[in-house]
Antibody
Framework: QVQLVESGGGVVQPGRSLRLSCVTS????????MHWVRQAPGKGLEWVAV????????YYADSVKGRFTIFRDNSKNTLFLQMNSLRAEDTAVYYC?????????????WGQGTLVTVSS | DIQMTQSPSSLSASVGDRVTITCRAS??????LAWFQQKPGKAPKSLIY???SLQSGVPSKFSGSGYGTDFTLTISSLQPDDFATYYC?????????FGGGTKVEIK
């Protein structure tokens, strides 16, 4: 069965960096686009970034552009989110999600999420 | 960016009720519209894609309709397991955007 397992969350000070991982199994990882979506405490869902199946294309939300980098290792079935210059407003649960393709492709599976808290 | 507006933001309903949630896009998104269900403390679950197609394993009591800018999610007979928050999302263009959510509560 399809599984997405995030890790790497924790408490970090403003201005510092953190890298999230999403280890996948149960499907051919290299055939699917992947997203990061976040949810601040008590708030709704906010899309963060997407990467094409082969890593050839990426898009970012304006709120993270220039600070976050999405990348993947298809040999390890793993998705990453490198988060630099973290701010208090980046505090959220971060979900990885699978999409059937990068352009106009719908999300079908979600991970369980990992909590990132940015605080001094 | 495409704005997604859901209504109502919350509703109270009884077991067995038929419930309809509306989602409006700020521009034409064809049928590139998905619906998700989220329970407290849990990850979202995908329910519907392409405005009206059920994800695998989703019961047929969930249905979606619409095209262009106006969409609806209907739950035909509300059960205790259906009390949750529901989100619409457009995937017509980037940045992907979600509606603000509709919380379905027990009356």
């Amino acid at each position: 069965q399809v599984q997405l397992v995030e890790s790497g969350g924790g408490v970090v000070q403003p201005g510092r960096s953190l890298r999230l991982s999403c280890v996948t199994s149960g499907f051919t990882f290299s055939s699917y686009a992947m997203h990061w979506v976040r949810q601040a405490p008590g708030k709704g869902l906010e899309w963060v970034a997407v990467i094409w199946f082969d890593g050839s294309n990426t898009y970012y939300a304006d709120s993270v552009k220039g600070r976050f980098t999405i990348f993947r290792d298809n040999s390890k079935n793993t998705l990453f989110l490198q988060m630099n210059s973290l701010r208090a407003e980046d505090t959220a649960v971060y979900y990885c999600a699978r999409a059937i393709r990068g352009w106009r492709g719908y999300i079908d599976y979600w991970g369980q999420g990992t909590l990132v808290t940015v605080s001094s | 960016d495409i704005q997604m507006t859901q209504s109502p933001s919350s509703l109270s309903a009884s077991v067995g009720d038929r419930v309809t949630i509306t989602c409006r896009a700020s521009q034409d998104i064809s049928n590139y519209l998905a619906w998700f269900q989220q329970k407290p403390g849990k990850a979202p679950k995908s329910l519907i894609y392409a405005a009206s197609s059920l994800q695998s394993g989703v019961p047929s009591k969930f249905s979606g309709s619409g095209y262009g800018t106006d969409f609806t999610l209907t739950i035909s007979s509300l059960q205790p397991d259906d009390f949750a928050t529901y989100y619409c999302q457009q995937y017509y263009s980037y940045p992907l955007t979600f509606g603000g959510g509709t919380k379905v509560e027990i009356k």
